[in-house]
């Protein structure tokens, strides 16, 4: 196949989730933060973790109409590959103190659960949070490796390695405005 004859998606083999599902996603969740800080005085601080929820965190923080706070925090776990690390490495932290806040952690997917495990443990160990819960966008249940519990999850996902809306294979892919399963012709 010549560049010119190929579709625009001959890099993907599947649309999982277009933009407008993964909009419900996010404002069925806002809702339930909503309800839960609306008559409260808390105001939580949400944690996007980059690089790979900052559209759905986009997505997700439009929707919610309570007072909060963002922050980000960069951490990486797979070195470019489709296949998760056990390192997990801390390259920028947050500039918020969160000891004795509500922390909610955006994430765009759990896999092995090591990251997100890593970071409840910086949040409450370390910065002593009160709380440290997460939403993701994905959860990959299938193949949990670390016992941690996913509060809000936008859809739940078999395991198949996925790209676009933030995830990437090998740092290209994140502007893709749906998660679609990669063609396994073009990696
Ligand atoms: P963990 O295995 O739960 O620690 O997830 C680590 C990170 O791996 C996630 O935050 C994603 O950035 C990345 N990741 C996991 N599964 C996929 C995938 O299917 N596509 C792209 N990135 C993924
Ligand atoms: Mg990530």
Redesign the pocket.
């Known amino acids: 196949m010549t560049s010119e004859n190929m579709p625009l998606d001959y890099r993907f083999s599947k649309v999982l989730f277009t933009k407008e599902d993964i909009d419900k996603a996010a404002q069925r969740i806002a809702k339930l933060i909503d309800d839960e800080y609306k008559n409260t005085d808390k105001i939580p601080v949400f944690v996007v973790?980059l690089k790979?929820a900052v559209m759905w965190a986009g997505d997700l923080l439009r929707h919610i109409q309570s007072d909060l706070e963002i922050d980000f925090m960069n951490i990486s776990?797979?070195h470019g590959g489709t296949k998760?690390s056990e390192n997990i490495e801390l390259i920028s932290q947050l500039s918020t103190d969160v000891e004795d806040r509500d922390v909610l952690i955006i994430?765009?997917?759990?896999?092995?659960?090591?990251?997100?495990a890593f970071l409840k443990d910086l949040f409450i160990k370390e910065m002593g949070a009160s709380s440290a819960r997460v939403i993701t966008m994905l959860d990959?249940k299938a193949i949990r490796k670390a016992d941690v519990e996913v509060e809000f999850a936008g859809f739940e996902i078999d395991d198949v390695?996925?790209?676009g809306y933030g995830?990437?294979y090998k740092e290209i892919w994140r502007n893709i405005p749906f998660v679609g399963v990669i063609n396994p012709e073009v990696i």
Do not use: A, C, H, P
């Open positions: 973790v790979g776990s797979y998760s994430e765009d997917i759990v896999d092995t659960g090591l990251s997100l990959k390695f996925i790209v995830l990437d």
